[in-house]
């Protein structure tokens, strides 16, 4: 097998005020998660670096992810944190430009009001991406898909990527009104899909792979070869599947592909959209 970049994962030393998401359910993952703890994953399933994305709000957590970058070769990228909707966002982000490890920004959109998206001064903040290149990831529940198919028309030289294939709600097996904002936002040049979270969308303690696949089917006949990335969504992945299960879920979905189709899902596509 090629090399394979992880295009989503996640570091953190954990706080339960700052990480209030991460419950009494997730007892999993209330602890720390670093560099050391994903190497030899990532060398075990063939992974020859990973994007770092940020997890909390802040500067601070961009700052944390960039230092951890530069003393570890292997995480290739950092997906950032800034205030978008801050009137000196432009200034913001070319404070951060000089961080050649910063390729791009997201925020936790999942958790804002279903109109944030059309906010004036988070549109702002995404006009102020372009100057320097910056990918926006899309963190959103299949719901907020309207908005973004609005936020994506609006920005077509925007480069932008939904992470977690828009969070359908794979655990009740809903998936038409989904597959209608999927099948309508894969229409579009400028945005691109990440092949993870999916696991945490299921049942946690009973899902089978068998249900995975009406919605991987959606993502591969909706978004071209070129569109497609994977990620682990490491550790939030922990609290359904370990990390070579994550893999061996896409390994087996994507195993009668050329070698080159896969080396575009685990490698090519995200080299070159967020630039490694």
Known sequence: MNNRIDAHQHF??????RDSWIDHTMQKIQKDFLPEDLLWLLTENNFEGCVAVQASQSEEETKFLVDLAKNNDFIKGVVGWADLCSKNIAERLGHFSSQEKIKGFRHVV????DDFMFRKDFRNGIAALKQ????????????????????????????????HIAKPDIKSGDILLWKKGIEEIAKHENVLCK???????AD?????????????????????????MFGSDWPVCNVA????????????????????????????????????
């Open 12 to 17: 953190w030393k954990f706080d339960p005020v």
């Open 110 to 113: 999942q958790g804002e009001p």
């Open 132 to 163: 320097y290149n910056y990918t926006y990831d899309i963190l959103i529940f299949h719901r907020q898909l309207p908005a973004a198919i609005n936020l994506i028309q609006t920005f077509p030289d925007q480069a932008f990527v939904i992470d």
């Open 195 to 201: 092949i993870s979270g999916m696991v945490t969308e």
């Open 204 to 228: 946690w303690n009973l899902w089978k792979t068998d249900e995975l696949k009406p919605y991987l089917d959606v993502v591969f006949e909706s978004f071209s070869i070129d569109k497609l």
């Open 241 to 276: 599947a370990d990390y070579a299960t994550v893999v061996k879920t896409l390994e087996d979905y994507i195993s009668h592909f050329s070698i080159e189709d896969q080396n575009k899902i685990w490698y090519q596509n995200a080299k070159l959209f967020y630039k490694l």
